[in-house]
């Protein structure tokens, strides 16, 4: 029995693979005109993942100091640091040394700084020698190497605008990751042994071998990309800052510690990428008129400790004027977190605020957890090890993805340069809702990732202009076999 002509095209339209081809070619633009972007972010990741070791090498004079069992006080280390910085100096904050071995960090606000950034005097906790005088970065504490690596990273010491580039990197990042895994599981349901795919091949050359490490290494890989994109995206200026408000709305914000005397405790997101800075502490990085006594530094840390401070990696921020209040936070990122918080009154000494992790709400605790993953804080060496790997295996998905382009070249057209392109007209082929709802994913991915909309349009209007040059050298084509025949 014949089916009618009517339904044919609608049953092709709906068993049509359309989806898997239309995945194939966003991939690929997306690889081909994101790919240099997502190298760069990949490869000064990677540098930035080894940074903490880095540091440590480089500035071990200064972080480091004889061990001592009796430490002097806070207000001896203190003097000494003001000593350095004169002009009646007030720190705005002091980091104790965390243990024997380590220095303790005076931290001073400087207006010829950046954002984020203190002036930090080092001084050995046994002797109250002065053994470092540098600029430091957020919470992290960052030195100026590593510093200079994250700015690196985040904006190519850019500014504003340089940031722009993370931010296609990060956003187009996860699609990129989500779209590959999904192309490797329709290949992988067609195979024969799937497992077989899980690892390069060694058996073939050229094309198949770059594909079998680019696949291979991208399933492997793929968990880990999309959870430095989804990271990486809360650092942005356009995404990030969308990510922010959702945030608020569902009541996911992070909670920090309140400095205002009779006040109750603020949230907010910890928006520096890297620098990680908490309202706590920009309150105390401002000027502070009144005369603050060094020995209230081991005052508000032995108060503290009473309270619900129980690590050694603590910052005492002084008050930033008259009407705020003492700071005692832990800044221990690694696992277990250490973030815990609390305000004292200058005047009474009675707790104003409090802020403690176990009562963070779960995304909370999910977000404070994710930085700390994506900067390599959470399990140190180990964390920062798997980042490094998995940064370069993102460069080398990128390097194997231009390599398959080139091999994909036509032989038998030498004026050809480039490699086959994955075919057009995926969409055409789509179901009218299934169109719909491809239409809505894109708008609304494009509305909270604004630089994956801005690109997606450039990607269409590109794709458009490739079209119609082909139809135009092929009518061309046509021409001149008909003028010869």
Same mark, same amino acid.
């Given at each position: 029995?014949?089916?009618?002509?009517?339904? #044919?095209?609608? /049953?092709?339209?709906?068993?049509?693979?359309?989806?898997?081809?239309?995945?194939?070619?966003?991939?690929?633009?997306?690889?081909?005109?994101?790919?240099?972007?997502?190298?760069?972010?990949?490869?000064?990741?990677?540098?930035?993942?080894?940074? %903490?070791?880095?540091?440590?090498? #480089?500035?071990?004079?200064?972080?480091?100091?004889?061990?001592?069992?009796?430490?002097? %006080?806070?207000?001896?280390?203190?003097?000494?640091? /003001?000593?350095?910085?004169?002009?009646?100096? !007030?720190?705005?904050?002091?980091? %104790?040394?965390? +243990?024997?071995? &380590?220095?303790?960090?005076?931290?001073?606000?400087?207006?010829?700084?950046?954002?984020?950034?203190?002036?930090?005097?080092?001084?050995?906790?046994? !002797?109250?020698?002065?053994?470092?005088?540098?600029?430091?970065?957020?919470?992290?504490?960052?030195?100026?190497?590593?510093?200079?690596?994250?700015?690196?990273?985040?904006?190519?010491?850019?500014?504003? $605008?340089?940031?722009?580039?993370?931010?296609?990197?990060?956003?187009?990042?996860?699609? #990129?990751?989500?779209?590959?895994?999904?192309?490797?599981?329709?290949?992988?349901?067609?195979?024969?042994?799937?497992?077989?795919?899980?690892?390069?091949?060694?058996?073939?050359?050229?094309?198949?071998?770059?594909?079998?490490?680019?696949?291979?290494?991208?399933?492997?890989?793929?968990?880990?990309?999309?959870?430095?994109?989804? !990271?990486?995206?809360?650092?942005?200026?356009?995404?990030?800052?969308? $990510? !922010?408000?959702?945030?608020?709305?569902?009541?996911?914000?992070?909670?920090?510690?309140?400095?205002?005397?009779?006040?109750?405790?603020?949230?907010?997101?910890?928006?520096?990428?890297?620098?990680?800075?908490?309202?706590?502490?920009?309150?105390?990085?401002?000027?502070?008129?009144?005369?603050?006594?060094?020995? =209230?530094?081991?005052?508000?840390?032995?108060?503290?400790?009473?309270? /619900?401070?129980?690590?050694?990696?603590?910052?005492?921020?002084?008050?930033?004027?008259?009407?705020?209040?003492?700071?005692?936070?832990?800044?221990?990122?690694?696992?277990?977190?250490?973030?815990?918080?609390?305000?004292?009154?200058?005047?009474?000494?009675?707790?104003? =605020?409090?802020?403690?992790?176990?009562?963070?709400?779960?995304?909370?605790?999910?977000?404070?957890?994710?930085?700390?993953?994506?900067?390599?804080?959470?399990?140190?060496?180990? &964390?920062?090890?798997?980042?490094?790997?998995?940064?370069?295996?993102?460069?080398?998905?990128?390097? @194997?993805?231009?390599?398959? @382009?080139?091999?994909?070249?036509?032989?038998?057209?030498?004026?050809?340069?480039?490699?086959?392109?994955?075919?057009? +007209?995926?969409?055409?082929?789509?179901?009218?809702?299934?169109?719909?709802?491809?239409?809505?994913?894109?708008?609304?991915? +494009?509305?909270?990732?604004?630089? #994956?909309?801005?690109?997606?349009?450039?990607?269409?209007?590109?794709?458009?202009?490739?079209?119609?040059?082909?139809?135009?050298?092929?009518?061309?084509?046509?021409?001149?076999?008909?003028?010869?025949?």
């Amino acid at each position: 029995m014949t089916t009618p002509s009517a339904t #044919v095209p609608e /049953n092709r339209r709906h068993s049509a693979p359309w989806f898997g081809e239309l995945l194939r070619r966003l991939h690929f633009y997306a690889g081909i005109l994101v790919g240099p972007f997502i190298l760069i972010a990949a490869l000064s990741g990677a540098l930035y993942a080894i940074s %903490p070791q880095l540091e440590k090498a #480089v500035y071990a004079e200064q972080l480091y100091a004889p061990p001592t069992d009796h430490p002097l %006080p806070l207000a001896s280390q203190v003097e000494a640091a /003001n000593a350095v910085i004169g002009d009646a100096a !007030t720190p705005s904050a002091v980091r %104790p040394a965390p +243990g024997p071995g &380590n220095t303790t960090r005076v931290m001073y606000s400087d207006p010829s700084l950046g954002e984020s950034e203190s002036r930090a005097i080092f001084v050995d906790p046994g !002797t109250a020698e002065v053994v470092g005088d540098l600029t430091v970065y957020g919470t992290s504490g960052a030195l100026p190497l590593r510093t200079w690596i994250d700015q690196m990273h985040r904006s190519l010491h850019l500014g504003d $605008v340089g940031r722009l580039y993370s931010e296609l990197a990060a956003s187009w990042l996860g699609i #990129v990751a989500a779209a590959g895994l999904v192309l490797w599981i329709l290949r992988a349901r067609r195979t024969k042994k799937p497992t077989a795919m899980l690892r390069p091949s060694r058996k073939h050359q050229g094309l198949r071998r770059t594909f079998s490490w680019h696949s291979s290494v991208g399933v492997w890989a793929a968990i880990g990309m999309l959870f430095l994109s989804a !990271t990486g995206i809360t650092w942005s200026q356009l995404g990030g800052d969308n $990510v !922010t408000k959702l945030r608020a709305a569902l009541s996911w914000e992070t909670p920090a510690v309140s400095t205002e005397l009779g006040g109750a405790s603020a949230t907010g997101v910890h928006a520096h990428h890297h620098g990680d800075s908490s309202s706590a502490e920009e309150a105390g990085s401002a000027d502070n008129h009144a005369a603050i006594d060094p020995a =209230d530094f081991d005052m508000m840390l032995s108060m503290g400790q009473d309270v /619900n401070i129980d690590t050694g990696l603590v910052e005492i921020l002084p008050p930033a004027d008259d009407h705020s209040a003492w700071v005692v936070q832990e800044i221990q990122r690694s696992f277990p977190t250490k973030v815990d918080a609390v305000a004292f009154d200058p005047e009474t000494m009675e707790v104003t =605020d409090r802020v403690d992790f176990a009562d963070y709400s779960v995304p909370a605790k999910l977000a404070r957890w994710g930085i700390d993953l994506h900067m390599g804080s959470m399990f140190g060496l180990a &964390n920062q090890i798997v980042l490094f790997v998995l940064a370069v295996g993102i460069a080398s998905m990128v390097v @194997w993805g231009y390599r398959m @382009w080139w091999q994909r070249r036509p032989k038998h057209e030498p004026s050809k340069r480039f490699g086959v392109v994955p075919a057009r +007209g995926a969409l055409a082929k789509a179901p009218r809702w299934d169109l719909a709802v491809v239409v809505l994913a894109a708008v609304g991915i +494009g509305w909270l990732l604004p630089m #994956v909309g801005i690109s997606l349009v450039v990607f269409v209007i590109f794709d458009v202009v490739l079209g119609v040059l082909a139809r135009h050298r092929s009518r061309r084509r046509q021409v001149a076999e008909a003028l010869v025949s």
